[in-house]
């Protein structure tokens, strides 16, 4: 079946502009994750969304950044404003029934702010 | 917050080498651990997870890891180490609601 799918794959803007990045997960699967892989750190956790709770954003940087999921299933990051500092691979991962289970991820999109 | 700790940031090893990674995590109680690998221009994939039983768990590859409670570590092994191994490993503890990864280590295997 279909993997996890994000757009665009790469993403070039200038400082200060808006950026929206999308993901589809796997259908069916409820849990779904935002992370930013940025060269040497490793996968830092965004957002997490689970169903219809309200989603955690503990690990949203600043409030420029937010994050939508559509009818349980779509998902869309918008960086506002943005940075130098915000360039990175920005990955979405899904998984069935929560995160304690295997996710699946996406291939990434890398943003590249100058 | 739970913290999830990988000791090597890179790791260069020639062919037929052993291999140990490792993890050590911050959490106390009952976890699920993860070892994810990310090959060259691929995307994340698991290579093997522990949930409960046989603490020595094995993952595609010929990968294993060893989830030792008292050390709180999940280190992951291989006897023997293939040129198709290079790629970078990411440790990753779940935890109510909490997933972590580690900073990731890159595996460089010398033909």
């Known amino acids: 079946g279909a993997g996890v799918s994000q757009s665009p794959s790469n993403k070039v803007t200038e400082k200060g502009k808006d950026v929206e990045l999308r993901c589809d997960p796997i259908?069916?699967?409820?849990?779904l994750y935002w992370y930013r892989q940025s060269l040497g750190q490793g996968l830092e956790f965004l957002i997490y969304f689970q169903g219809n709770s309200a989603p955690d954003k503990s690990g949203l940087p600043s409030d420029r950044f937010s994050a939508e999921r559509t009818g349980g299933s779509v998902s869309t990051l918008t960086i506002q404003r943005t940075q130098q500092e915000d360039s990175a691979v920005y990955l979405c991962?899904?998984?069935?029934?929560?995160?304690?289970?295997?996710?699946?991820f996406g291939p990434g999109t890398r943003l590249t702010v100058t | 917050a739970q913290s999830v700790s990988q000791h090597n940031h890179h790791v260069i090893l020639s062919e037929a080498a052993s291999l140990e990674l490792g993890c050590n995590y911050s959490?106390?109680?009952?976890?699920?651990l993860f070892w994810y690998v990310q090959y060259p221009g691929q995307h994340l994939q698991l290579l093997l997870k522990?949930?409960?039983?046989?603490?020595l768990v094995k993952g595609i590859k010929g990968f294993e890891a060893e989830f030792i409670k008292s050390k709180f570590s999940f280190n992951l092994r291989k006897p023997s180490v293939q040129w198709s191994d290079t790629a970078e490993y990411f440790c990753a503890v779940y935890n109510n609601n909490d997933m972590r990864f580690g900073a990731g280590t890159r595996l460089t295997v010398k033909p």
């Open positions: 991962a899904s998984s069935l029934v929560s995160p304690g289970y295997e996710q699946y």
């Open positions: 522990y949930f409960s039983g046989d603490p």
């Open positions: 259908s069916g699967h409820t849990a």
């Open positions: 959490y106390g109680g009952t976890v699920n």
